[in-house]
């Protein structure tokens, strides 16, 4: 409930952090006595060998599982991985992500024996995992244990598969963390380019092109949830490897027993749906003006794997826009120098087509020079040519990939598995490799001709109009403009919150302001200044263990300053609540999309205005049981749970941006409560995030109406 720490700002701590020392001064050194080093283009390679397969075990439970095996004894590990013929193509139209929410809470609602959080602790006992997820066209079961631990893990595995069970909290905090994605939306420009070209193309009006809304968000029920995971989770329908230390006949033993009682039938699952190719010419624009740069993604329909013009539509597409040495790299980057990033993709699918698309980044007054200059060399690749060197480059970067595709048991069993799931061949890859080799010039000349049309080309273009030179008219195309307005939900469905639960949450949050030293103390709290140390657990990914010494001071009502000094450096980042800045040693610069939300976010949830949450304008306060409460305002949420025999806060649980730019729930947990003023503050916080340890937080000193003025605050030094 108090501010803690920028979760996404800590990147650029942890940046900070890991810098090197300067090292000190030394006697200069006397040169190296030079060697003789061959040339990179005279170091000679053997040729790739043929992508070997190995035998993989399959075969089928009496209950209709199909069953993958693979002994792998390097280390003593086991995994698996489920696959389910669902996927959120199956979503109703008016409950758009019900499979994503299904696929989280199969996981985190735990099974009927135990809840998430007990299984959370129970796997981490033991360095094991479980996971779940639902994407576009399959859903995903997985787990990976140590060996002596394999029995206690697949068990745990076989119960979210067959029983999970849909507890209400944890569909509440899928809830959260998808409102959360949407309210973000429209946050990075780079995107909304990607997003909106594919849904045009896809169409809005189907499956492929739908997004979760709010409104359909909020339909969706624990009882969809139940039929959903009932009408696709059955044996039949569900295809598992298993690959690491263990003897196959023993571990076809073992699942047999597993599932032995598992012999739920329903129908087959019908086909997902098709995909209508349609061009939409045009170029689309998306206006942002709180940015320098435009953003842009341009292209068309691209094709299937299994495409006999696939190998040749790749290596066309490498030699576009590839690489550093591709002619979109060489052209629109390094001689025009006002492209930030360019690249060219023949998107593929396993069973339906991808598309083809050019993306890119240019100051917005370079945005038709750019767009200009990719339109001329995708005619120019379709009407000559292309070098030797360039076909060798492009087939070459396409083949030695093949290495990593292959170079472990583990991607090799799940590409199998893969292929089986989608109803290709077992020695696609070596088909695949073996066209690939015998890709010509003309072979990229012809399918440039054949499958490019520029003239059908959709452009989506995100960035400020007002500065393009000339505007995007001068493309010769009609403009379209997009309305990245995110819907509210309907009136039904933001009255989720019943009078009967408002009721009851007003009245928990004034015992906790009681417990804490009275609503009216609360409130005369005008400002804090804390200090405190922020240890990094180990196990974090970025700077696991680091020491930061933290010092956070907040004025009434949205003014937030924080100041994280590391061994590398010091991070100051401040916020009025509708604008903000971050200074580090790399440089200054303004808050804006995902960060900007991130910390109004913490500031949502600072302590003091999170207890007199029922005092703000806009806020919903609604009791979901007897200890918890559901704080809303527009976009934020946070859930609050008290303790049951002091009613001081426990924890809050809310959702935030982790360091890869990916949505991951966090909870803060509250102790050690001290008098300040009169009012009860927690002095250790520790905090999980996306349900692992991510940091313990000691407060040193805190200090409550020290007199502090918002100019204080934003002085950038």
Request: glycine share 6%; with cysteine; net charge neutral.
């Amino acid at each position: 409930m108090k501010h803690r720490f920028l979760i996404l700002l800590s990147a650029a701590a942890v940046a900070v952090a890991q810098q090197p020392a300067q090292p000190a001064a030394r006697p200069a050194q006397p040169p190296a006595r030079s060697a003789t080093v061959p040339a990179v283009r005279d170091l000679k390679f053997p040729p790739l060998k043929q992508v070997e397969i190995p035998a993989v075990e399959t075969f089928t439970l009496p209950n209709g599982m199909k069953i993958f095996l693979l002994e792998d004894h390097e280390l003593p590990l086991v995994h698996g991985a489920a696959r389910i013929r669902a996927g959120n193509l199956f979503d109703p139209a008016e409950k758009v992500g019900l499979a994503t929410m299904t696929g989280m809470v199969m996981r985190t609602g735990g099974t009927k024996n135990k809840t998430g959080n007990e299984l959370d602790v129970e796997l981490e006992n033991i360095a094991a995992s479980v996971e779940s997820s639902i994407e576009e066209t399959f859903g995903s079961v997985s787990f990976s244990a140590l060996t002596e631990n394999t029995d206690e893990v697949m068990g745990i595995f076989r119960d979210v598969l067959t029983a999970p069970e849909f507890r209400q909290d944890k569909i509440d905090l899928a809830k959260t963390e998808v409102r959360g994605m949407i309210s973000r939306r429209n946050d990075e420009p780079r995107n909304i380019a990607l997003r909106e070209f594919s849904n045009t193309l896809y169409g809005k009006d189907n499956s492929y092109g739908w997004q979760e809304q709010y409104d359909t968000v909020a339909r969706v029920t624990r009882a969809d949830m139940t039929a959903f995971y009932q009408r696709y989770f059955f044996p039949a329908n569900v295809m598992l490897a298993v690959w690491g230390d263990f003897k196959t006949p023993d571990m076809k033993a073992r699942l047999q027993k597993l599932f032995a009682e598992w012999t739920v039938k329903e129908q087959p699952v019908p086909p997902f749906p098709k995909v209508t190719l349609k061009a939409q010419p045009g170029v689309f624009l998306a206006v942002k003006k709180d940015v320098a740069q435009t953003f842009f993604t341009m292209g068309q329909w691209g094709s299937r794997f299994d495409d006999k013009d696939y190998p040749a539509l790749e290596t066309m597409a490498n030699i576009l826009g590839g690489g550093f040495q591709s002619r979109l790299f060489q052209r629109v980057r390094t001689r025009m120098g006002d492209a930030y990033d360019i690249a060219a993709y023949w998107g593929a699918n396993y069973d339906h087509p991808g598309l083809f698309e050019i993306s890119g980044s240019t100051k917005s007054v370079s945005t038709l020079e750019a767009l200009k200059a990719i339109q001329e060399e995708v005619e120019r690749i379709r009407t000559s040519e292309v070098s030797e060197e360039e076909l060798k480059t492009a087939k070459d970067t396409a083949l030695n990939s093949l290495v990593f595709a292959f170079d472990t048991k583990s991607k090799t069993i799940l590409r199998m598995l893969n292929y089986e799931y989608y109803g290709y061949p077992r020695d696609f890859i070596q088909q695949y490799q073996k066209a690939l080799a015998a890709v010509t010039r003309a072979d990229v000349l012809r399918v440039a001709k054949a499958y490019l049309h520029p003239p059908e080309f959709t452009t989506v273009a995100v960035g400020n109009p007002d500065v393009f030179v000339p505007p995007l008219t001068a493309l010769g195309r009609p403009v379209t403009n997009i309305d990245l307005t995110i819907p509210g939900a309907s009136k039904e469905e933001t009255e989720e919150a019943d009078e009967e639960s408002v009721q009851a949450g007003k009245h928990l949050l004034a015992r906790a302001q009681e417990a804490v030293g009275g609503a009216d103390k609360i409130a005369a709290v005008k400002d804090y200044n804390e200090s405190a140390r922020f240890q990094l657990d180990p196990s974090v990914p970025q700077g696991g263990g680091m020491l930061i010494n933290e010092t956070v001071r907040w004025v009434a009502p949205t003014y937030l300053r924080q100041e994280s000094v590391m061994p590398g450096g010091k991070v100051t980042a401040y916020c009025d609540g509708k604008a903000g800045w971050m200074i580090a040693p790399q440089g200054q610069r303004t808050l804006t999309g995902a960060q900007l939300k991130q910390v109004q976010g913490d500031i949502f949830r600072v302590y003091f205005r999170l207890l007199l949450s029922d005092r703000i304008e806009g806020r919903v306060v609604s009791a979901l049981d007897e200890k918890t409460l559901q704080i809303q305002e527009g976009a934020y949420l946070a859930r609050v749970e008290f303790d049951p025999q002091t009613v001081l806060p426990a924890k809050v649980m809310y959702e935030t941006v982790a360091v890869s730019g990916a949505p991951s729930p966090v909870e803060e947990d509250y102790s050690d409560f001290r008098d300040v003023n009169g009012v009860k503050v927690p002095f250790r916080v520790d905090i999980l995030q996306g349900g692992k340890k991510f940091a313990e937080v000691t407060v040193t000193d805190y200090k409550t109406n020290t007199g502090l003025k918002p100019t204080d605050l934003s002085k950038r030094q």
